[in-house]
């Protein structure tokens, strides 16, 4: 069950890994995206920063952090940190260098989701999660910071997405047809790595 923090980030529980809660929040019109580029590459950065441009919404991140979480917990991560791992499973491809230059965020990227993961145990209080959630939002100067989006993200190329993940037209119109959301063509992919590489 989702939850907002007094910091405003939502806290979602793992459905992947036992005692780990996963918070998210948006942050929009960077002004420093240069440095916290820098930061998040010298591993400054508490958190993994998830460019907006290809997430469709707060389903097919966290399917991908909770992919992340069990890679790590199985001790299979494809790359060094848990931050990079999650942007490893959004890709459908297994390339790292790929997946981090496509999920991740640049030097001019403007919107970021920022996705922290934190181990839930006696000695971990809410204030101390409060405390890690302040951190990183205090490193990110941006015009404004909220939670995710109620439905699809407004920011998503969807066109470049539909690319990068393979779905068809026909897959497309199906869905739309059904009722179901685009998010499942995306969503299943995620989930699916591990067997199928698109």
């Known amino acids: 069950m989702m939850t907002t923090s007094s910091t405003g980030w939502m806290r979602y529980p793992s459905m992947s890994v036992p005692n780990v809660t ?21 591993g400054h950065l508490a958190g993994a920063l998830v460019s907006t441009k290809l997430v ?7 399917t991908a952090a909770n992919q ?13 940190s848990i931050h990079t791992e999650l942007l490893y499973c959004l890709s459908p491809t297994k390339n790292i260098s790929q997946s981090l230059a496509k999920f991740g965020m640049n030097s001019s990227t403007a919107s970021v989701v920022a996705v922290l993961f934190h181990p839930q145990s006696a000695d ?11 951190k990183l939002t205090s490193q990110l100067d941006c015009e404004s910071s909220h939670s995710l989006w ?34 499942y063509c995306f969503v299943t992919r995620v989930a699916c790595k591990d067997v199928v590489t698109v």
């Open 22 to 42: 996963i918070s998210m929040r948006l942050f929009q019109a960077l002004k420093n995206p240069a440095e916290v580029h820098t930061a998040a590459i010298q």
């Open 56 to 62: 469709y919404d707060s389903l097919h991140l966290l």
């Open 150 to 183: 109620p439905d699809t993200n407004p920011e998503c190329d969807l066109v470049e997405l539909f690319e990068l993940y393979k779905v068809t037209p026909e897959e497309q119109a199906l869905s739309k047809e059904s009722g179901d959301s685009l998010s």
């Open 68 to 80: 992340a979480l069990a890679h790590q917990s199985e001790s299979r991560m494809a790359t060094k």
């Open 124 to 134: 971990i209080s809410s204030a101390s999660l409060d405390g890690l959630e302040s």
